[in-house]
């Protein structure tokens, strides 16, 4: 179970990460815009401006503010798709059930039911009962 939590956590730190990254980029293509951006109409002519300018980054190169921002949004979208994505994982992997053998009346965890198993107490090949949801 341990793997699983470890798993699930990552994913959903790398979801934040994600989404932190997206942000970041959307706000420094605000930042640069914002000063160039008349007060009348501002977001037609912040939309415009996008669409027109570059920004020099020191590792990429010059870049359009709009690719710039739709990276931002591309890295924001995968934020939210992947924390989505490791809360099902947590929904599908949370809970484990009791299995009960009807044989030897000894109980044991089980990820899930089943409609045969090997009773793992008298090595019976049996139809465990499911006893109750837990931990
Ligand atoms: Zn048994």
Redesign the pocket.
Known sequence: MRVIVRRKLSGHLFGIFLCLVGFAVLFMVLWKAWPNVSSSNALSSLWSYILTEQIDLALIGTLKLAYLSIIGGIFLFLGIFVLAFSRQILYLHGGSIRLQ??????SWKARRAMGWAE??????F?QPQVMKKGI
């Not at 053998?101 to 000894?106: E, I, K, L």
């Open positions: 053998c009807p044989y030897c009346n000894n009773c793992p107490h008298c090595r019976k049996i």
